[in-house]
């Protein structure tokens, strides 16, 4: 069975640029979360989608970030524009209902410089 | 709000048992997970601990306190493999994302 799939894996670009991040879910995986991890921290939530629903967008930087599921299976998170302190490693994960353990994607590394 | 401490280093020998704390202040608690992740790598998920007491998997225990919002995570028979951050996560309720401590950055020595 495959697993989360990211794309790109690096991403390198200057400030103020625009970057898109693909993430395909585990197949069946109903909940789908977007995690951004700074270096020597913990991953810290994003979003997090219900099928093509974002039940919980709180900490999504709206002014920069936006993120959509339209189909409720694969999902894209764009920053425009970027700045400095974007950079990090964003990461996908994935889950389905009852479950507890969550599936991460290898992420996607940007650097913002 | 929540918050979780673990400690941010620990060294331990090749062989030996290490034990990895986590405590926690949350609102509301559903359970507490912990999640391993190699330098470049994805966070993988190791245990999970919804009611008190110890689970076990393999060379991996993990145990839970709800009464002293505690919990650590046990690796016996260290392996030089081992050597990873260590994340402990808690839960709100069922319906919650986890939230992440910032990690505990394991390395074992020979």
């Known amino acids: 069975e495959a697993g989360v799939v990211q794309s790109p894996r690096y991403k390198i670009i200057e400030k103020k640029q625009p970057v898109a991040f693909w993430c395909n879910p585990i197949?069946?995986?109903?909940?789908l979360y977007w995690y951004r991890q700074n270096l020597g921290q913990g991953p810290e939530l994003l979003i997090r989608?219900?099928?093509?629903?974002?039940?919980?967008d709180s900490q999504l930087p709206k002014d920069r970030f936006s993120a959509e599921r339209l189909k409720g299976v694969d999902s894209t998170l764009k920053i425009q524009p970027a700045e400095l302190g974007d950079s990090a490693v964003y990461l996908c994960?994935?889950?389905?209902?009852?479950?507890?353990?969550?599936?991460f994607g290898p992420g996607t590394r940007l650097t913002v410089l | 709000g929540q918050s979780l401490e673990q400690p941010s280093e620990v060294t331990a020998v090749e062989g030996a048992i290490v034990q990895i704390n986590c405590t926690y202040q949350?609102?509301?608690?559903?359970?507490l997970s912990w999640y391993q992740q190699h330098d470049g790598g994805a966070p993988t998920f190791l245990s999970y601990?919804?009611?008190?007491g110890l689970e076990e998997t393999g060379r991996f225990s993990s145990f839970l306190s709800r009464s002293d919002s505690y919990g650590y995570l046990l690796i016996q028979e260290l392996q030089m493999k081992d050597s990873a951050s260590y994340f402990c996560?808690?839960?709100?309720?069922?319906?919650?994302?986890?939230?992440f401590g910032k990690g505990t950055r394991l390395s074992v020595i020979a």
């Open positions: 994960a994935s889950g389905g209902s009852g479950i507890n353990e969550q599936f």
């Open positions: 197949s069946g995986h109903n909940t």
């Open positions: 989608y219900e099928n093509e629903e974002a039940v919980d």
């Open positions: 949350t609102s509301g608690f559903y359970g």
């Open positions: 601990n919804g009611l008190d």
């Open positions: 996560a808690v839960r709100n309720s069922g319906n919650t994302p986890l939230v």
